[in-house]
């Protein structure tokens, strides 16, 4: 069964507390119990407790298939992008190197490449992926783009963002401030900026105060 | 092995390297049935999660009498589904190599220091000892030790068997490091000691604040409250010492030194009369005290505010201006501000500024201490505490104990007076006033405050016995300890954060010679030839019992059975069974929210909302006293503790558990930058913190989300790597509570790990 088309995953790390619930509940899904496919990291502890999960944003060409020599990594044909598969995988590292969210992981043990599939036996019968099931806050959400505009009338999702010259549309929604700039993000562009926060958290503590 | 011991003087514990080789901490994972793919489980059981007072709905998964796994409950109505890492990990718990298995029995011939006892054998020297003592040093001189991790069920039962069966005035429980601040505050102010509101109320309020509330870390679920309340539109307001993962995005942060809440609360209140944003109708028909309250915040300027608290002074005033002008709020608060020796001034002081807006008993108007232990609430309610009996009635009243010991079957004249708090219990073992002690779902060596103390104190017992299902470190100094139950080996019901009861199911049985707590308790009643009235069947006997013990009182759950929890997803106390002439019985779901105006209560009898005689809450005058032990040249630092999300109170649980350990492995000594610079101090290096109890040697995380004059200390490990071996034991007048958010400590850079780095795990 395909996963629902009203159903649809959305990342807004804005929301993330750093918790790791979303880490823990990888692990639990039966295709890949013990290992986790989702990366969670601060974005610099140093200065703010911002975290940002990253899940497989499950593109519409998805770079990692297109630069797997052993036609290894499929994508069904509702869009989601699934681990390579067992019998092809040469564990060349190619889609590792690749993908532009640094998404897939080598499982050295096994010889395979793995990557989050959407729980596909959850959602391809109508539940929820693991990870947004019990994220508490909610960072990493699953539902219909109409509960998402009713709960959160300040963002809007985007899927279209631009890495250098390559634009990568994706299954997976990012949310963004609904007043802010309707471009694309520039992935690039942010890794020369400040750290989020950063700069506004420093202040906080003044002299002045302590 | 000899019993471990610290000489005074000398803080630093032994290591108990045998004892931990025999029964860990060790980390467990999932392996064989639990990462099996395509094991279709027995049965799915609906419970709750076993660790914080949010209690989410969750399921377990069970194939061959083990939790293999958790499904989300996705109907549940508190969590939907959701579930921090705690709850996702809780089930490895279960089937633990750590597990109990037996009692054991001291042994200092073992190479661990225990020997493993028959069942009966051990009961029957338990017994033995509590005849033994109590008989040659008088009845109080055995103490019971309780927990509010238990269900309602064995909260009631501990209370019941040592008051009735022990008639020892000395039984308290570790809720006295967690609830009572608030507790206190909220029968002062209120009448009534339970969350305000359903949490519900939180979505549609104009103004969110959190004080001393790490949300995001020690009551995940309830994020999603508030971040739900601001997509409408409310300001988030956050007090804290530490930029939290909460205060992160808030709207407007209070960066409030450690020990100077009411300070706050009486300077935001201050600015509140100063500009009139006070709601005078409800001050005038529903509250009573607010001229001296008002006369006694005058001198909190925001200025004066400004200068204790080390909050700005326009960022003071922003607060008052977004509270004062709120047409809904919700204010919450946790230990952030009750872990004081003034922690029920502080309560106070911020039910005045709800009480000064009028904005409480109605819909999204609300106000909650959030509950830590997963009882939390139900186990302050039903005669556990030093000074209580079942249905929150006191001890001390005559009508409440004839009233009770009528319901038990016995004379009120041979019910016990009123005891001692857990840390008196602790100072008379030290004295040697108390001889005997059994404690049950407590670990007071790792979370009481100079826990160098407390392990002097249990080393001076002539008897003690312990409960558990893992050797804690506080087992570990007990003669017997004997075999209990994990929540899920048992059933019965817990009251959540909301005043929601709600139902613990059984998802497996208890391994070996492991039994359910009331069972273990009933047994040793029963030899010592005084099991009248421990006879229990069942938890649903006990509840039963429970609701006619609390039929007429405050905390009433008559109205409350296990059918109409199930159909309701949980009921909310008060729910009582019969009420007068004219006043309606509560809906399926009990009363959702307090204080509705026109609302019926057994204090007020309809003369008002609040559970007073004349129905009005009142307003409490709360001079500003600072920390009971502020720095100075010699210890020039402010230490705080607290928690971190991983890991959970005194860790017995969650540092057994492999995929939680990884997540935060050891404690680290948060401090910042410009402090770190100082004292030399650089990310990852070894530090010690040093206060006038004891010291800990951790590694430092340079951060600049804490105060520069604060280190924070995460408090969840043992032995030497304990943050309680530093705080200290100061506790509040009214509660009892400990000072564990403030005391004095000096930092300083060494160079050798600490001696425990080569030969202890991580969670050891």
């Not at chain 2, 001198?299 to 709120?326: H, L, S």
């Not at chain 2, 108007?365 to 139900?378: E, K, L, R, S, V």
């Not at chain 2, 029963?526 to 006997?541: D, K, N």
Request: with cysteine; net charge negative; proline share 7%.
């Amino acid at each position: 069964m395909p996963v629902p088309e009203k159903l649809e995953f959305f990342v807004d790390p804005g929301r993330c507390i750093g918790c790791q619930s979303c880490i823990q509940a990888c692990t639990e899904c039966d295709t890949h119990k013990g290992q986790s496919m989702i990366q969670l990291d601060f974005i610099d502890r140093a200065g703010s407790t911002q975290t940002v999960p990253v899940v497989c944003m499950h593109c519409d060409s998805p770079t990692c298939a297109e630069v797997c020599p052993a036609d290894a990594i499929k994508r069904t044909e509702d869009g989601v992008v699934q681990t390579a598969r067992k019998p092809r995988c040469i564990a060349c590292n190619n889609c590792v190197l690749a993908c532009p969210f640094g998404v897939p992981k080598m499982s050295t043990k096994m010889n395979l490449m793995m990557k989050c599939d959407m729980c596909y036996d959850r959602t391809s019968v109508g539940l929820k992926p693991m990870c947004a099931s019990v994220c508490p806050s909610q960072a990493l959400a699953f539902g219909t783009r109409e509960e998402m505009a009713r709960l959160r009338p300040n963002a809007k999702p985007i899927n279209t963002f631009q890495f250098g010259a390559q634009t990568i549309r994706t299954k997976v929604n990012v949310m963004v401030p609904k007043d802010g700039p309707d471009e694309h993000v520039d992935v690039t562009a942010a890794m020369y900026e400040p750290a989020i926060g950063h700069d506004i958290l420093d202040d906080v503590f003044g002299e002045e105060q302590s | 092995m000899s019993r471990p011991t610290s000489t005074p003087g000398v803080p630093v514990p032994e290591l108990d390297l045998e004892t931990i080789r025999e029964f860990g901490p060790f980390r467990a994972y999932a392996t064989d049935l639990r990462v099996d793919t395509g094991v279709e489980p027995d049965k799915y059981v609906k419970t709750h999660c076993c660790f914080c007072g949010q209690q989410c709905g969750l399921q377990l998964k069970v194939k061959d009498n083990t939790v293999i796994g958790v499904e989300p409950w996705y109907e549940f109505p508190f969590n939907r589904g959701m579930l921090c890492p705690k709850g996702v990990k809780r089930y490895l718990q279960q089937a633990h190599p750590d597990r109990l298995l037996h009692a054991y029995e001291r042994a200092p011939d073992a190479t661990a220091g225990f020997r493993p006892l028959g069942y009966d054998e051990a009961v029957r020297k338990v017994a033995a000892a509590i005849e033994r003592i109590q008989r040659d040093h008088g009845q109080d001189a055995f103490a019971v030790l309780s927990g509010a991790s238990l269900t309602t069920e064995k909260t009631y039962l501990m209370g019941k068997f040592a008051h009735m069966c022990l008639r020892t005035a000395n039984i308290d429980y570790n809720g006295r490091l967690c609830m009572v601040s608030a507790g206190a505050g909220n029968k002062k102010a209120f009448g009534i000691d339970r969350a305000a509101n359903p949490w519900s109320d939180i979505l549609g309020a104009e103004v969110v604040l959190v004080a001393g509330a790490n949300v995001a870390e020690c009551a995940p679920i309830t994020t999603n409250y508030i971040w739900q309340a601001r997509e409408h539109g409310a300001k988030v307001i956050v007090a804290d010492p530490r930029i939290t993962p909460i205060a992160r995005t808030c709207d407007l942060f209070l960066p409030v030194k450690p020990g100077r809440d009411t300070a706050l609360f009486s300077g935001i209140l201050h600015l509140m009369i100063e500009n009139d944003w006070l709601d005078r109708d409800f001050i005038e028909r529903c509250t009573v005290g607010f001229e001296p309250v008002a006369e006694s915040v005058r001198q909190w300027t925001p200025r004066r505010t400004a200068e204790v608290t080390g909050i700005a002074e326009k960022t003071i005033r922003q607060a008052a201006e977004w509270w004062g002008q709120a047409k809904t709020s919700f204010l919450m608060h946790a230990r952030g501000i009750e872990h004081h020796s003034h922690g029920v001034q502080n309560v106070l002081s911020a039910i005045n500024i709800v009480l000064a807006s009028g904005r409480i008993g109605r819909e999204s108007c609300g106000y909650a201490t959030i509950t830590g232990q997963a009882n939390g609430q139900g186990g302050r309610e039903h005669g556990q505490k030093c000074d209580q009996l079942p249905g929150g009635r006191d001890l001390g009243n005559p009508e409440h104990r004839a009233f009770v010991a009528n319901v038990w079957g016995m004379d009120p004249d041979e019910l016990p007076q009123p005891g001692v708090d857990a840390y008196e219990i602790m100072r008379k073992a030290h004295s040697g006033e108390i001889k005997g002690l059994l404690s049950i779902c407590f670990n007071p060596v790792v979370s009481l405050p100079d826990n160098n103390f407390v392990r002097e104190a249990l080393s001076k017992l002539d008897f003690f016995v312990a409960i558990d299902f893992f050797m804690s470190e506080t087992a570990r100094y007990a003669d017997i300890v004997l075999p209990g139950s994990l929540q899920e080996e048992d059933e019965g019901t817990v009251t959540q954060v909301e005043g929601r009861i709600v139902r613990i199911n059984k998802a497996v049985e208890p391994p070996g010679d492991a039994r359910p707590d009331w069972q273990i308790i009933q047994d040793i009643a029963r030899t010592l030839g005084r099991s009248e009235g421990l006879t229990f069947a069942g938890p649903e006997q006990i509840f039963e019992e429970l609701r006619a013990a609390s039929r007429g009182g405050v905390n009433d759950y008559s109205g409350v059975t296990y059918e109409r929890v199930e159909d309701n997803f949980g009921v909310f106390w008060p729910c009582p069974d019969e009420t007068p002439e004219g006043v309606p019985l509560p809906g399926p779901q009990g009363t959702l929210r307090l204080f509705e105006p026109g609302s019926w209560n057994p204090i007020a009898k309809g003369t008002g909302a609040f559970y007073f005689p004349d129905g009005k809450a009142r307003f409490n005058v709360t001079p500003y006293h600072g920390p009971a032990e502020d720095v100075d040249n010699e210890y020039p630092i402010i230490l705080t503790t607290g928690r971190v999300v991983s890991q959970f109170l005194s860790g017995n649980q969650t540092r057994r558990i492999g995929p939680l350990v990884d997540h935060y492995p050891e404690p680290k000594c948060e401090l910042h930058p410009r402090l770190a610079s100082r004292l030399g101090i650089r990310e990852g290096d070894w530090v010690t913190v040093e206060s006038r109890r004891g010291c800990c040697t951790v590694r430092a995380a340079v951060v600049s989300t804490i105060r520069p004059d604060t280190v924070f200390l995460p408090y969840h490990w043992g032995g030497r790597k304990s943050a309680n071996q530093l705080t200290i034991a100061a506790q509040d007048p009214i509660s009892k509570i400990p000072e564990y958010k403030v005391c004095a400590v000096r930092v300083r850079k060494v160079d050798e790990p600490p001696e425990y780095a080569a030969v202890l795990e991580p969670q050891q």
